[in-house]
């Protein structure tokens, strides 16, 4: 592989090297944050990137040396459009590689790329998830080995799928997703803890255990009302649930936290775009998610901000939370949560221990100066492949 100081030296980054990174829709997601966070990375290191998407409310959060190129709604009955609107982009803007985010969304580019003729970029694909929505898995992983010359996966339960899909361990890139560790950092530090806690009601006093996530079904919202209001029993300190996000289970969870006893209460915050200061007055993070969850960014984000954490004992939370380290792996039981958050409450100094050892985690693993570069040198060592192929 390429190194990444011979990339940039040479030119490639900021002269041959043209991204596209694809997506569906700017809406609000996970995906869609971190393939947005990606092509800003990109350009503030002098690559000439394009991000092609339809329209939404995460618009304003491409920096300006970011190409905006318009493409329509993606969805079965709308393929045709979308196929062209696609092809349109690939033309004006002639990417050496398009990376896709979304099984869909490369297929789709491979097909332009083909039908369009002239020269092809390569086809990098990050997938997101661990099933795939618009076809079988046996038929996805048909199609994608045809069609993808890199997969990044983002985790190592990702990483393990492709390969049993049948993909080859060199086209296989185990590269996670990233974040800006040192501004997650200060946000937290530099936060007006008390404006915060005057606005969202809560004490001074309070012990504060936060949530983020969208409110849908197996997300664990309900485990964690439960756990909250049986850890508030147990402990000798006033305790609040900071529950940071919406969805349609919003309602639900909500009337279940109203009818809890004891001392325990939980604040619904709704959506906020200052999840990161929000961090900063938080002593805990507690993530009962049954999902099937890839690489969960709130765990990333709340190590890079020092907060220790709860959360289920899955895969894809195992590659952020050593347990006992920056934080407890507990579940599946109410009671399991419930322990977990009393033992990291119960002791100051060694939650602060454990916030520490996140901070060093997410800098070593996921911190944007350590992750981008390796995206950069697959780029150039893949777009040096395809290139010598045709």
Same mark, same amino acid.
């Given at each position: 592989m390429a190194s990444v100081s011979s990339v940039i030296q040479s030119g490639a980054a900021n002269t041959e090297m043209k991204v596209l990174i694809c997506g569906e829709a700017l809406q609000l997601g996970g995906a869609e944050t971190v393939s947005i966070d990606l092509a800003n990375a990109l350009a503030e290191r002098g690559v000439e990137v394009a991000?092609?998407?339809?329209?939404?409310?995460?618009?304003?959060?491409?920096?300006? @040396?970011? =190409?905006? +190129?318009?493409?329509?709604?993606? &969805?079965?009955?709308?393929?045709?459009?979308?196929?062209?609107?696609?092809?349109?982009?690939?033309?004006?803007f002639r990417p050496s590689v398009v990376h896709a985010h979304g099984a869909t969304l490369a297929l789709s580019a491979r097909a332009v790329t083909v039908l369009g003729g002239g020269s092809r970029p390569a086809i990098v694909l990050?997938?997101?998830?661990?099933?795939?929505?618009?076809a079988p898995e046996f038929l996805s992983a048909l199609l994608l080995r045809a069609a993808c010359d890199q997969m990044i996966a983002i985790?190592?339960?990702?990483?393990?799928?492709?390969?049993?899909?049948?993909?080859?361990?060199?086209?296989?890139?185990?590269?996670?997703?990233f974040v800006d560790c040192g501004a997650i950092g200060r946000a937290a530090a530099q936060?007006?803890?008390? @404006?915060? =806690?005057? +606005?969202?009601?809560?004490?001074? &006093?309070?012990?504060?255990?936060a949530m983020i996530g969208r409110m849908i079904p197996g997300k664990g919202f309900d485990v964690f009302a439960r756990a909250l209001a049986s850890c508030a029993a147990r402990i000798a300190r006033p305790l609040v649930g900071l529950a940071i996000g919406d969805g349609p289970e919003r309602a639900r969870i909500e009337a279940l936290a109203a009818s809890l006893p004891?001392?325990?209460?939980?604040?619904?915050?709704?959506?906020?775009?200052?999840?990161?200061?929000?961090?900063?007055?938080?002593?805990?993070?507690?993530f009962p998610s049954q999902?099937?969850?890839?690489?969960?960014?709130?765990?990333i984000e709340a190590s890079a901000a020092g907060v220790p954490i709860v959360c289920s004992d899955i895969?894809?939370?195992?590659?952020?939370?050593?347990?006992?380290?920056?934080?407890?792996l507990a579940g599946p039981s109410d009671a399991s949560y419930a322990d977990a958050l009393a033992r990291v409450l119960h002791d100051d100094t060694r939650a602060r221990g454990m916030g520490d050892a996140g901070r060093?985690?997410?800098?070593?693993?996921?911190?944007?100066d350590v992750v981008v570069p390796r995206i950069l040198a697959l780029y150039a060592e893949v777009v040096t492949r395809v290139r010598s192929r045709h």
């Open positions: 991000y092609s998407a339809a329209p939404g409310p995460l618009d304003a959060r491409l920096a300006s @040396g970011v =190409r905006f +190129e318009e493409t329509p709604t993606l &969805s079965r009955a709308n393929a045709i459009p979308f196929a062209r609107g696609l092809a349109a982009v690939v033309r004006r990050t997938h997101h998830s661990t099933g795939y929505r618009r985790s190592s339960v990702k990483h393990r799928q492709f390969l049993a899909m049948g993909f080859p361990e060199r086209r296989v890139s185990f590269i996670p997703n936060a007006d803890r008390a @404006g915060l =806690r005057r +606005e969202l009601g809560i004490a001074d &006093s309070d012990t504060v255990v004891g001392p325990g209460r939980i604040v619904f915050a709704g959506y906020r775009r200052d999840v990161n200061a929000l961090l900063g007055v938080c002593n805990a993070v507690l999902l099937t969850e890839v690489l969960p960014m709130t765990l895969p894809g939370n195992r590659e952020v939370v050593e347990s006992g380290v920056n934080g407890e060093r985690l997410a800098q070593e693993k996921f911190d944007k």
